[in-house]
């Protein structure tokens, strides 16, 4: 199940599933701690009226899941004929303090007044632990609080008459026979139960009489914080009406945040300009305020594969933050640099994947490849996040800034890369490919290394450090000169994915048309954008990757079997596809890569979001959604056509 929303204010970040219920919610880092996060739990809405009791989700609600305009604010819709209601959220994290906050309007589409329940359930596995939590009532307060440690999560809500929640229980969740406190809803009331510890939860229960055809409101929240005192201190800014309030100046905050990118986001053609600026905040709700960029806040992976991808990998951050950095973002940016430079290993290399509190994240790199010891990394995200700081400085002049990273970040990682080359070949070491599966020497980190490399030597040259600028330039030319020589598959008129160099300097080479080593070459000036050889790699993706299922699109790689659905069978990415469409643009074929742009449109979902991959045959979105890799490439083809 994908998260077609996702809220956040850079510390808390909460995504809503495909019938608006709180499915993940992420404190006090944007992706890490997980406080939700698994099938199986979700905050449940239920209504009970005229004797019935419904979920959201139930047979019966048609729901609709968006964005409000120019914003990190939910628009939700849900309708349910035969009950003949309709429930309409607007729901946010405050910008300023970590609260999630629900604006719910209730309206009885009925011919007579009735009595409505409405119930909010909350289930939480606090730090990611399935035991230790306490759930109380705190009836001075008129809140419900869950608390596990360091971390306190207060719920509440007021009616439009600013009186609160008439019933509460607190139960069990999962363990011992008990299924949870919502199961308690079936008759419409609640057993008042005060508190319970292990595996817990909580439903509070609102009772509205509303006439015919006429609408009720209330306000819901739950305020988070690393004490008691903290949570409630948030939870008593949001009492007596102060929601509303709230809403608008997060409405403001991210109108304002926006209005940084308005020149640019101006020049972008009309029918792409309502989804850039959805794919531009699904980005910022990814971004932690203390730099990290988090591929996915969709926990739903973790259902089926042993993580998620809830981590900072240097590459997809600086992949996503390009865009930014073309629109005209600073902060961002900066944040991620700054977090790249303090995560940095002392030899001058980014590590597979961090945390967003900048720990090692997991790996599946071992530290011996063939019984020989290896650095289990992916070299091309060391050398991307030096050419990313080279597009920051050129973008925006920002010289004092990046020179501060020089000694500390530039230096490092360019002589890193210096120094991590095979004499034999003159080309990088073998490391780990961008697709985190083979160790050798790609293409496309060829590429990357190529161009961080190059965008270093620049960085010298402007700081006047000429003996580093000389000597980093030398190697990138001696890259791009044995590239040529090396990494071009005449046979298939392709170039190599890669290759491992073996005993006595021998080369294995691994065929597999992969889209990431033409992108690699041609984006990262490895090989001149008209050389023959990129003619022919064009001519051969064309035949062999490109639109070659009913879904179109393009794969990463021949026989991908990452979420495979038939062996043999690639499925389509949107980072590849849209690849493809910036080459075209490139070439001056605007007509394909709008084509492409179109297909992309039409299968997001309403909100903008992305998936990683689409099933070959059926179009459904497959892998974690969104994912802000895909979100970002939207943008940048976009702005790519739109000049």
Partial sequence: MSRPVFLSNGSMAVGLNRFGLVNDLYYPYVGLENHVGNKDLFHRVGLFVDGTISWLGDVGWEVTVDYRPDSLISQVSAQNDGLKIKLEFSDFVDSQRNVFARQIALTNQATNRRDIKLFLHQVFRISDSQRDDTAQYLPEEQVVMHYKGRRVFVISGELADASTFDQHAIGLNG????????????????????????????TLRFSLNIDANSTGTL?????????????LDAHRQFVNKQLNDRLEDTQAHWQQWLAVAANQLHKVDPKYHQQTLKSLLIIKSHIDRRGAVIASGDSEMLNYTRDYYSYCWPRD?????????????????????????????P??????????????????????????????????????????????????????????????????MANFIDSFIDSATKLPHASYDLWEEKFMTTTYTTAVVHAGLQAAAELAEKFEYPDDAIRWRTVADDIKQAARETLFNHDIRYF??????????????????????LYGAVMFGLYDKDDPYVKQAVDTLKAR?????????????????????????????????????????????????????????RHMLTSGALPEQLHPYSDQHLSVEPLIWSSAEFINTALDISE
């Fill in 317 to 345: 951050a600086c992949y996503v933050l390009w865009p930014l950095i073309r629109l005209g973002y600073k902060d961002e940016p900066r944040a991620y640099f700054e977090f790249a430079r303090d995560v940095i290993h």
């Fill in 219 to 231: 306000n819901y929240w739950i305020a988070a914080g690393a004490s008691q005192k903290d949570a």
């Fill in 175 to 202: 363990i011992e026979g008990h299924t949870g406190t919502y199961a308690d809803a079936a008759d419409g009331e609640l057993s008042g139960n005060n508190v319970e510890h292990g595996r817990v939860d909580s």
């Fill in 545 to 601: 990757l490109v639109d070659k299922t009913p879904s179109g699109g393009v794969p990463r790689y021949e026989s991908d079997h990452y979420h495979a659905v038939k062996a043999g069978v690639s499925n389509p990415w949107f980072v590849t596809t849209l690849w493809y469409a910036q080459y075209l643009i490139d070439q001056q074929d605007k007509e394909t890569a709008a084509d492409i742009l179109g297909w992309t449109q």
């Fill in 347 to 412: 030899d001058g290399y980014l590590m597979h994947k961090y945390q967003p509190d900048r720990a090692i994240g997991s790996s599946w790199h071992p530290y011996l490849n063939s019984g020989r010891p290896e650095l289990p990394i992916q070299e091309d995200e060391t050398a991307i996040t030096l050419f990313l700081l080279g597009e920051y400085l050129k973008h925006t002049n920002d010289k004092d800034f990046v020179l501060g990273l020089y000694d500390t970040m530039v230096q490092p």
């Fill in 496 to 517: 190599y994915k890669g290759f491992l160099l073996g005993e006595n300097d021998m080369l294995s080479f691994d065929p597999v048309i992969d889209a990431s080593s």
